[in-house]
């Protein structure tokens, strides 16, 4: 009686831990890979209300949004990247693929441009030096919070920011 008992105890632990690793292996991966654009450099997307996606579509139909863009240099490297881009001029290349800037509008786009910091001690990895930076863009309707896309650039003058902005905007019309 007591090595049935025993048996059991051992079967019901390996039902557990098959569970968790058939969880672990099945779970999906972090990194998008839904379209073309996504394929060529690190792109991390997540939808926080899918009930809202249709509409966030809808609100870019009509053209206006009100952006708020940022910039973060690198703090331990002396910045190149804002020696090379004109953040005005990225600005006005955003509105214009994404609509008309209206300060009213029930659209806020949140653009955060980031330098890749090198010599951070906090990036110990080949791989976390690879890119040159990252786009964050943030789609808030009506002051929630829909959809968010990181989308790394390699080069470090920033010639490829403006396909990762079409990258972005790719990105939230292909939305389901």
């Known amino acids: 009686m007591l090595k049935r ?3 059991l105890i051992l079967f019901g632990l390996v039902l557990v831990l098959g569970s968790a690793i ?4 099945t779970k999906p991966k972090a990194t998008a890979q839904r379209i073309a654009c996504h394929q060529e450099v690190v792109v991390f997307e997540k939808i926080y209300h899918t009930d809202r996606v249709e509409a966030l579509k809808e609100q870019l139909k009509t053209e206006r949004i009100h952006l708020l863009f940022s ?6 490297t ?3 990247l804002f020696n090379y881009v004109d953040t005005e001029a990225l600005q ?3 509105v214009k693929r994404f609509g008309e800037e209206e300060e009213k509008s029930d659209l806020v786009l949140s653009v955060l441009l980031y330098e890749n910091d090198l010599l951070d001690p906090g990036k110990k ?5 690879k890119y040159a930076g990252y786009l ?9 919070l829909i959809y968010k896309i990181q989308i790394d650039f390699m080069d470090r003058k920033g010639g490829d920011i403006a396909s990762k902005i079409e990258c972005a905007y790719a990105s939230v019309t292909s939305l389901h």
């Open 136 to 144: 964050v863009f943030a789609f808030h309707l009506q002051g929630e």
């Open 78 to 80: 002396p910045t190149q």
């Open 22 to 25: 058939y969880k672990q292996i």
């Open 5 to 7: 008992g025993t048996y």
């Open 71 to 76: 910039i973060q240099p690198s703090r331990y």
């Open 92 to 94: 006005e290349k955003i």
């Open 125 to 129: 990895t080949k791989d976390a030096k």
